[in-house]
């Protein structure tokens, strides 16, 4: 049997794994940003990299920190996970562009023990931010967060970025995200800015919440092979892997472990 649930079975797996006694120790999840700032701001990074992979460190506590899903001429959106958690993502359309580039910013979370329930953490992030924003998407100016205050619709409509969710909640998202988080993602904006001048523009919009989840990893030897004898798990959901391309390879690669048996 192979289990292939992808991020969205990540809750489930959990489940199973507790249930049915499946080796496996608690895995990463990332909360974070949807940044939205003007074309001209990346146009020197998007003529050379269509999606462009930014890491950083930030102190503190030097968490990872990285860029993700890059959209030149893109579109903020929403998408509802289970219970109805709005979380905000992004994408392009071949022919319909807009004036500006948005991407997710996302800090890495490892906890230790006793914790060991990161996905339900990132999903209270979700829940308050959801509250905040009457279950929509809510966006705020980079410099009002500086300032240290919320961001009113009003202030939006004569921003010189606008938003490409139409529907985002302006508000104060900072008040949702943890303080470790939001510092990280505040210095990681800063040491960017230092590589594509005005990307730490006061007009650079963040809307919240980024959430993406990882299955607990399961524990597996080269062979794919749990604690189980006769089951495996491939993808995002066995915690192994964080995106389509690796994915796809890891199921390759089990599928000739498998024909070879």
């Not at 809307?207 to 092979?225: A, G, T, V």
Request: aromatic content about 8%; proline content about 4%.
């Amino acid at each position: 049997m192979v289990i292939g649930t992808g991020r969205r079975g990540a809750d489930w797996l959990e489940k199973i794994c507790a249930e049915h006694h499946i080796a496996h120790k608690p895995g990463t999840v990332d909360i974070g940003v949807r940044v939205e700032c003007r074309n001209e701001v990346m146009e020197k990074v998007n003529k050379v990299l269509y999606e462009s992979k930014l890491i950083g460190y930030p102190k503190p506590w030097k968490n990872k920190v990285r860029t993700f899903c890059q959209n030149p001429g893109g579109f903020v959106s929403q998408e509802n996970y289970d219970n109805d958690l709005a979380v905000v993502n992004g994408h392009s359309y071949k022919d319909l562009k807009s004036d500006n580039t948005n991407l997710a910013i996302l800090c890495s979370h490892n906890f230790s023990v006793p914790f060991n329930q990161p996905i339900e953490y990132a999903q209270k992030v979700g829940e308050l931010t959801n509250m905040l924003g009457n279950g929509h998407i809510m966006v705020q100016r980079y410099g009002d967060i500086l300032d240290g205050k919320r961001t009113w619709a009003k202030e939006l409509s004569f921003s010189n970025v606008k938003p490409t969710l139409p529907d985002a909640v302006a508000g104060d998202i900072t008040a949702a995200m943890p303080y470790r988080t939001m510092t990280n993602i505040i210095n990681f904006i800063k040491a960017v800015d230092c590589v594509v001048p005005g990307f730490a523009s006061r007009e650079t919009l963040l809307y919240s919440p980024e959430l993406k989840f990882y299955s607990n990893r399961i524990k597996m030897d080269e062979h794919f092979n749990t604690n189980i004898k006769g089951l495996h798990c491939l993808g995002d959901s066995s915690g192994w892997t964080r995106g389509l391309m690796m994915a796809s390879v890891m199921g390759v690669l089990m599928g000739r472990e498998l024909t070879e048996r």
